[in-house]
């Protein structure tokens, strides 16, 4: 492998940096995937050209990885357990000049000496299917089958219910939420002449402190609200001006929404500004203080 040609990155942060990222792992790669989009958000400009070099478990995948990092130099991140590879990986990269990272070395080196324990050479050890990962499964399953207001009743079973207008994230959100674990449906708020605009049912459910479901209602700014929608209708080629898209119409639909959470003590998340990640990191902080509260945890 020979020492790739090097260029100093331009300082002018209005231009444009592209870069190879090469992800090599003996597992998924999502590790690494998520670490790389974390680390490279921080870098105004920077947009990462990604490669993954997922379930490298062989010394002929570790050579088609190789020749393909040496086809591309940029920088490696890496999460290989077998030792062999590892050096073959390591070598190559110190002889070609290429930044290499183990990303997990330093937090697995620093847990076990704090519990004083060695580590484990099982690869993909998360992702084991133990009780938790087909709890997880049953968590997404239970999502897609309470979307979007379907088995109203059945929500009664849920750990977490989300309530919101049209283009809140609720769906996604509730996945995301299923994919931590937690057993989440959706219910949208659509105003309806005479009809209540949060299903009466709800104020049946036994609450948090009796094993109920925990309630939150997801808001958003009028104008974030019309833009998404704006977009969803030209994604459907859509061209028709509706009642849907108009901002007075979104408005109202927002201030029956807050007076219906305010009513009923619902938590509220603004996702204006949030990713569906910090979304449902936040929906969690609410979901464990309010269980805290009711003496569940």
Same mark, same amino acid.
């Given at each position: 492998m020979k020492p790739p040609t090097r260029t100093t990155p331009t300082r002018n942060t209005n231009v444009a940096i592209y870069f190879h990222v090469h992800l090599v792992s003996d597992s998924t790669g999502e590790t690494l995937v998520a670490?790389?989009?974390a680390s490279t958000a921080q870098f105004r400009g920077a947009t990462a050209l990604e490669h993954l070099h997922a379930l490298v478990r062989s010394d002929e995948q570790m050579a088609r990885t190789l020749d393909e990092i040496e086809a591309r130099p940029g920088i490696v991140l890496y999460t290989l357990l077998d030792?062999?590879?590892?050096?073959? +990986?390591?070598?190559?990269?110190? @002889?070609?000049?290429?930044? @290499?990272i183990s990303i997990l070395d330093p937090v697995l080196t620093t847990m076990g000496?704090?519990?004083?324990?060695?580590?484990?050479?099982?690869i993909a050890a998360q992702r084991t299917l133990d009780d938790t990962y087909y709890d997880r499964m049953d968590a997404l399953d239970f999502a897609m089958h309470h979307d979007d207001?379907?088995?109203?009743?059945? +929500?009664?079973?849920a750990d977490i219910i989300v309530l919101g207008v049209s283009r809140t994230s609720k769906t996604p959100t509730c996945i995301y939420l299923g994919n931590r674990g937690y057993r989440a449906g959706n219910i949208p708020l659509v105003p309806v002449p005479d009809v209540p605009l949060v299903p009466p049912v709800l104020a049946s459910f036994p609450n948090v @402190?009796?094993?109920?479901?925990?309630i939150v209602g997801l808001v958003a700014t009028p104008d974030r609200i019309?833009?998404? #929608?704006?977009? #969803? +209708?030209e994604n459907l080629n859509e061209r028709t001006v509706t009642d849907y898209i108009a901002p007075d119409r979104v408005r109202d639909e927002l201030r029956q929404a807050k007076r219906e959470f305010v009513r009923a003590g619902y938590p509220v998340v603004d996702v204006t500004r949030r990713s569906i990640e910090e979304t449902a990191a936040q929906?969690?902080?609410?979901?464990? @203080?309010?269980?805290?509260?009711?003496?569940l945890q």
């Open positions: 670490t790389m989009k030792a062999d590879r590892r050096h073959q +990986l390591e070598s190559r990269c110190k @002889a070609a000049g290429i930044p @290499a000496r704090y519990l004083g324990a060695s580590i484990s050479s099982e207001g379907q088995n109203v009743m059945g +929500l009664r079973d @402190a009796n094993g109920g479901p925990f019309v833009q998404i #929608r704006q977009q #969803r +209708l929906i969690i902080n609410l979901f464990k @203080a309010a269980r805290r509260k009711a003496g």
